[in-house]
């Protein structure tokens, strides 16, 4: 296996975790999956369905490169930055179509896929680069991003990218708007 094929499986890998962890929270839920998982369906809440995945696999990624033998640097920072970049990739192609034409869950799925590739990409290239030695910031960063997550769960922001319009709330059943 190279690298290239490491990333490859990467997109498979996180975007199958991407719909198990969609479900994870209604599953189990709880106060600590609430920080990693989706409580609602808002377009907010699933940007931990990108973020969250990616980190995830970084431990699958890292024990498949150490097992191949496959020469990378900057792993966490290469990590952090491909998943936080996936959120405004994801948002920036995602809500002009939602706004145009709704939600259509097809449209959404192909954009998670794409912005899965393109995060892996990027992963790829700062693999390459020279060593940088960013990984104790990464990982600084990574929970921190994880802490915001939580926040905003049980402290969103009134805006329709909060808004769960299914439910009528925002967060984690703390506005709820009735009907």
Request: proline residues 4%; glycine residues 4%; positive net charge.
């Amino acid at each position: 296996m190279n690298h290239i094929k490491t990333k490859l499986v990467a997109v498979l890998i996180i975007f199958i975790l991407s719909f198990l962890f969609h479900y994870l929270y209604e599953w189990l839920p709880n106060p600590v999956f609430s920080i990693f998982f989706p409580v609602n369906e808002s377009i907010w809440e699933h940007m931990k369905l990108l973020f969250t995945p990616i980190i995830f696999y970084g431990a699958i990624d890292y024990y498949l490169m150490t097992k191949y033998k496959i020469k990378f640097n900057n792993f966490l920072f290469a990590l952090f930055i491909s998943s936080i970049i996936s959120i405004p990739i994801y948002l920036i192609i995602y809500l002009p179509l939602y706004y145009m034409s709704g939600e259509n869950l097809f449209v959404s799925i192909l954009i998670l896929l794409i912005v899965i590739v393109i995060a892996q990409m990027i992963n790829y290239y700062i693999q390459k680069r020279n060593n940088i030695h960013l990984d104790i910031i990464s990982c600084i960063c990574i929970i921190i991003t994880f802490i915001i997550f939580g926040y905003l769960t049980y402290y969103p922001f009134i805006t329709d990218l909060f808004y769960d319009k299914g439910n009528k709330l925002y967060g984690i059943n703390t506005y709820y708007l009735g009907n």
